[in-house]
């Protein structure tokens, strides 16, 4: 399960991610445990690929929730989560070879970045992540995309990675220093 788990976090290995769906219950289990961190508006209807075709609402997370989650399974003393679980899913997070030029890209030299990376087959580049600054508390962002017919993968990464840039230039100015 381990390594099912590490294979899903760190490449979005779709297969391991379908076959650790089925142990923990299916889809509605899925559901369900989203329900229980107070989300009620994502949805997960199907498996790996049909979840990356367009239709409808099914299979949809919006970016304030996804930062909401991030919040509630890595940051709140209240997680879910074992500390030994949070470790474990934050190492390889942090270790991802996916999305380098997404949030990876726009965090200043220093920073420490556990993220995951997200893309569709109909246009979606998202990056969600929790970003260490060398010193203070950690910023969640959740960047999505949605890119235009023809751009390159590099193209809508560089787009994530301007969003980061921005948001965290604009954090700074609102920040007080003691934070």
Do not use: C
């Amino acid at each position: 399960v381990e390594q099912l788990m590490k294979g899903t976090v760190e490449v979005s290995d779709n297969p391991a991610a379908n076959l650790l769906l089925k142990a923990m219950g299916g889809l509605e289990a899925m559901q369900a445990f989203y329900r229980g961190l107070g989300d009620t508006s994502t949805r997960v209807d199907r498996f790996e690929p049909e979840m990356n075709r367009l239709d409808g609402d099914k299979d949809t997370i919006n970016p304030s929730q996804s930062a909401a989650n991030m919040q509630r399974l890595f940051i709140d003393p209240a997680s879910p989560l074992s500390a030994v679980s949070k470790a474990m899913l934050l190492g390889w997070m942090t270790t991802s070879p996916t999305g380098m030029d997404r949030l990876k890209g726009g965090v200043p030299a220093g920073w420490r970045v556990a993220h995951k990376t997200g893309t569709g087959g109909y246009g979606p580049t998202n990056d969600i992540g929790i970003l260490y600054p060398p010193s203070g508390a950690p910023v969640i962002v959740a960047a999505y995309y949605h890119a235009m017919p023809g751009t390159t993968d590099a193209q809508n990464a560089a787009v994530i990675a301007a969003a980061t840039r921005l948001a965290l230039a604009n954090l700074s100015r609102t920040m007080p220093d003691n934070v």
